[in-house]
């Protein structure tokens, strides 16, 4: 083990600033030893630049030599900071606010260590080149013994359609047939472009074969990753592993497909999830595990108060590694109860806690009411009975910005994902975009500049649903106009959407068949005819309704609650849409500064835009998002083909959404006006634009209407979607009707 503690630290040679430090340090633990943690004022050391540190101070000493474990490299301005709060004892690497770019953060935690008190966090021993897997068996018991079912509950999840499962023996080294509720340990990966033995069809009766895949066979080549995951789990006392590349045949398409669809339920089934968060493939290893050595630094700094040993904040996962940046690893990590995450240190993170290795830091989850998907893991047991959208779109969200290696795996990687969310969507899904809600669905924008995916094998992208652009997409419009939840304080909908077209799907515009997309949620808000288990309740300003499953969640309007989860999707290859819709042609206008006032919170990088929409007389009718970040891009003058395809209505008072229209182009209240008095501004008069701090005036039940509409481009007899607006519905005076192919 490494040794961490210095038994000389009263010998040390300090300078004024570090004994002053180390007199503070004192002074915090007899807090802390006290009971009056509470009552600590932070502190603050600034201890120069790393010229500025003495050259004969062991503790400036020691914090120079630190600087390789922070993430920023060494500047002549940047600054030392020790701060002392009430629960951390920091060290910053300080960064002046206009040199940070995309830096997360620039700072590490210095850990006591030994202890200093009930209530401090101190580092422990660990050894640099190997892992203790002991630890690994003091988690899971740690785990099981005081988080119960949260963590490891009795009923497994079905796999609708598999009768059994492929897992690897590691006690007779082979890939054996198991019935799913066998106990395994699931890895997850990133597989990249390493060349490694595959489950096939022509050599699955050899990979059955005891002693095929064992770490001296010289049949197959096992990747290091894969080999040392398999010494894990004998090590530890587990016999059966599942690997997705060994453990699903890769060339039977029709099983292939089964298990994609089940790929959320055999990581939420796992015992728990090994996760190889390091390393751009298969070839990396785990590092600290069998024949894989690791080198971690340990960066100490020694004061007479106590040594302190630097720790880089881990809660989670880390957002740096190339594994959390893979669109298949999101699942894996979702909905997987528990993971042990190889990412040069080991940590443990289940649905209700986290261990580390290196420290006894044990962060308790239990009865946390957060709901960021992303720091949380077990999802399939806290997914919403009800078709939610607000967490569906922060799902897609999510997924949409990580990186694929192949485009065409886009509706492969998210197929375990929508088969946890099928049975909570009434209809299931068309390609990601849920049936129910379709016209909603319809209202994701571009976040920043989407770059579009390129159709392959037998399946089209289309332009019309997210999975065919990869990057940062904006789907608040989603929770927003949903109007399902009840919100007491806010009883009355902000914004009601309407349907005005028939979506119909197809496989191509050439063959007939059409599958009718079912887009009922208005029928359901219409009729508001309560199924059994629903009950109405009324006040004097709105009506709504609960459920017996969910009695403390209200909603505006009945609907089915989870529906039987084998209820099919539509087939993936019905990429194309047909509809019948109004089409006018406008004209793109100037740039609207709504989005960009968002950039002093969200940092630097660059938004897209929004321009406005004109009118043959010149006048500011509405407004676009562009896939554009550059507004020296902007085609202001283009003309522009504009359908319809929703209606809405939106109240501009202050409400639960009304972030939204801060920001937004409706922001601004002549324009409301400009709708209520059958008004409206030309582009560059004064009044435009001239409100947008005024618009709280509006009174709570004003409102205005508006169409939904899409900007398409024509090829080849198809239309595609180019950007997606808002048009104040007075101004739309064309009602020709066309038929739409929509690729």
């Known amino acids: ?158 796999l609708p359609g598999l009768d059994s499962i492929l897992l690897i023996d590691v006690v007779d080294w082979c890939v054996v047939s198991a019935p799913p509720e066998a106990r395994y340990v699931a890895l997850s990966y990133c597989w990249g472009q390493t060349a490694a033995v595959r489950a096939l069809k022509h050599n699955i009766s050899v990979l059955k074969t005891p002693g095929a895949i064992s770490p001296c066979t010289t049949s197959f080549k096992i990747p290091p990753t894969i080999a040392d995951a398999m010494t894990f789990t004998t090590e530890i006392g587990e016999r059966y592993l599942w690997v997705d590349s060994l453990c699903i045949i890769q060339d039977d398409y029709n099983t292939k497909q089964l298990h994609l669809d089940n790929m959320a339920f055999i990581y939420a089934n796992s015992y728990f999830t090994l996760v190889a968060a390091e390393g751009p493939n298969a070839d990396h290893g785990l590092r600290g595990v069998g024949e894989s050595k690791r080198d971690l630094p340990i960066h100490k700094i020694r004061l007479p108060s106590g040594s302190l040993v630097l720790n880089k904040p881990r809660a989670g996962f880390r957002l740096d590694s190339i594994w959390n940046s893979r669109g298949w690893t999101l699942q894996e990590s979702l909905f997987s109860r528990r993971l042990i995450l190889f990412d040069g240190f080991v940590s443990w993170v289940c649905c209700e806690g986290e261990w580390s290795e290196d420290t006894d830091r044990e962060l308790d989850l239990q009865g946390s009411s957060s709901f960021l998907l992303t720091d949380r893991v077990g999802l399939y047991g806290r997914l919403p009975l009800w078709p939610d959208l607000r967490v569906w779109g922060s799902l897609v969200s999510q997924f949409n910005k990580r990186d694929l290696t192949f485009d065409k795996d886009v509706i492969d990687a998210f197929a375990g994902i929508e088969t946890a969310g099928r049975p909570s969507f009434p209809g299931g899904f068309l390609l990601g975009m849920p049936q129910f809600f379709f016209d909603i669905a319809m209202l994701w924008q571009p976040e920043r500049r989407l770059i579009r995916r390129i159709n392959g094998g037998s399946n089209h992208l289309p332009s019309w649903s997210w999975v065919g652009w990869k990057g940062e997409i904006e789907t608040q419009l989603w929770g927003a106009s949903s109007d399902l939840p009840y919100n007491e304080r806010y009883p009355l909908p902000e914004i009601i959407i309407e349907p005005l077209v028939q979506w119909k799907a197809l496989e191509s515009p050439e063959y007939p068949e059409q599958h009718a997309i079912p887009n009922s949620y208005a029928a359901h808000r219409s009729k508001a005819v309560p199924y059994a288990g629903w009950t109405e309740h009324q006040n004097n300003r709105a009506t709504h309704y609960t459920h017996d499953k969910v009695p403390d969640q209200y909603f505006r309007y009945p609907v089915p609650l989870l529906e039987d989860s084998h209820t099919p999707s539509p087939a993936k290859h019905l990429c194309f849409l047909s509809l019948t819709a109004m089409r ?149 005076v064309c009602n020709e009707l066309t038929d739409i192919v929509l690729g």
């Open 1 to 158: 083990m490494a040794e961490i503690s210095t038994p000389s630290e009263q010998r040390l040679n300090l300078c004024n600033g570090c004994k002053e430090v180390d007199a503070a340090l004192d002074l915090y633990y007899e807090h802390h030893r006290n009971g009056a943690s509470d009552d600590w004022q932070k502190l603050k050391y600034t201890l120069g630049t790393l010229d500025e540190l003495s050259h004969t101070c062991a503790c400036c000493l020691d914090i120079a030599a630190s600087l390789p474990a922070f993430n920023h490299a060494y500047s002549p301005v940047n600054k030392f900071r020790l701060v002392i709060d009430d629960t951390d004892i920091m060290l910053k690497y300080k960064v002046p606010r206009n040199m940070r770019g995309d830096l997360e953060t620039d700072y590490l935690f210095l850990l006591p260590t030994e202890p200093k008190s009930e209530t401090l966090e101190h580092a422990t021993p660990f050894d640099p080149a190997y892992f203790d897997l002991k630890l690994v068996r003091r988690w899971v018991e740690r785990c099981e013994t005081l988080h119960g079912e949260a963590c490891c509950p009795a009923k497994k999840v079905p």
């Open 584 to 732: 006018s042609c406008f004209k793109i206008g100037g740039i609207l500064e709504d989005r960009f006032a968002e950039k002093g919170r969200f940092g630097p990088d660059p938004f897209t835009f929004n321009v406005s929409i004109l009118d043959a007389a010149n006048r500011a009718v509405g407004a676009l998002r562009l896939n554009l970040e550059d507004v020296n891009e902007a085609p202001i003058g283009e003309e522009c083909e504009l359908i319809t395809i929703s209606a809405g209505t939106a109240r501009i008072g202050e409400g639960q959404h009304s972030y939204l229209w801060k920001r937004d182009e409706w922001a601004l209240k002549q324009w409301h006006n400009a709708v209520s008095q059958g008004i409206l501004i030309e582009e560059g008069s004064e009044e435009e634009g001239s409100g947008g701090g005024e618009w709280e005036d509006a009174k709570e039940d004003e409102t205005y209407n508006f169409f939904n509409v899409f900007w398409i481009e024509r090829s080849g007899g198809t239309c595609y979607r180019k950007a997606l607006g808002r048009i104040i519905k007075g101004a739309w």
